[in-house]
Structure formats: C-alpha cells, structure tokens
C-alpha cells in the first residue's frame, strides 16, 4: 500500500513539473538598432532582410522593422501625413489587399501571402517620428496567426524611436 502512494505522489509531482515546463513563457528580451527599441522574446535573434532596417526571427514568427525617412519620401508626389496615410501608402505601393484599422490605440493593417507554397499572415503596425515613419511587420503562417496575433500586438506596444 506505501509503494502505491508513493508511486502515485511521484507521478503526481512528476506531472506537475512536466506541465510546469510546458506552460513557462520565453523570457522578455530587449532589442535594440540604430534610433529603434523593442521588447520581443529571447527565442529572437537578428537576422538579415534585403531592404529592411532589421528583422528578427523566432522558430514561430518573424518581425521585420523599417525606417522610412521623411526625405526618402520627397519627390514621390505623396502626402503620408499621419500614421494611417503612411500606411495607405505602402497598402498601395506593395499592391496589397488590406484596410487600415486602429486596434488597442495602434495604426495597423493585414494581410496574407504566398512564401515557398507555405500561406503566411502579417500584422503591420505604423509610427510617425520627427524623422521618419516606421514599419513593423509581424509574420507567421497563416493557421497560427490568430494565436499569436495578440503577442504581436503586445510587442508592437513596446516598440519605441528616438
């Protein structure tokens, strides 16, 4: 009889250490490039996007960073004037199908796309500086977007410029 119970408290704490592993979130981790600061998770590490300011990836989703200067905007016969104007801009200069939404006090839009035969999903999230607009793009496939849609929100929100 006390080797049954002992078995059984032993499986039992066993369990609750299983579950304890699984349910342990990744760490916050900063990141940090040029005038740009934001909070991801440490399964992040830079990684290198033609054409973008920086990009981080994670083996669940990528997050993709560009700074737009004002300057490189001059000439382009454009007014993006605010955060929702820039993000009708890239709407309509990457030809993609979107609406831009205010969500938890954010300027995003989303939209999908074809990668490698793989659908991926991305939230992206605009910012007017004094110097610059910013574009944050969150990807992932497609079936785990909603998932870790609200993350990218949280991340979004901690994004900051100097």
Known sequence: MKKKSTIGILALVLSACLLGACAKEAKDQIFIKDDMYIVLTEKFREDEVSGQTVSYRSNRSVVVLLRDEFSGLEGLDIEATDEAAYA????????????????DGLTTFS???????KDYSYLAVTYKGAQAYYLIQFACETEEFEDLRPLFLKWAKTFKYT
Not at 90 to 103: A, D, K, P, Q
Request: charged letters at 35%.
């Open 88 to 103: 009708e801009l890239v709407i309509y200069n990457n030809g993609i199908e979107s609406l831009v939404e205010e969500v």
């Open 111 to 117: 939209y999908q796309k074809k990668v490698k035969d």
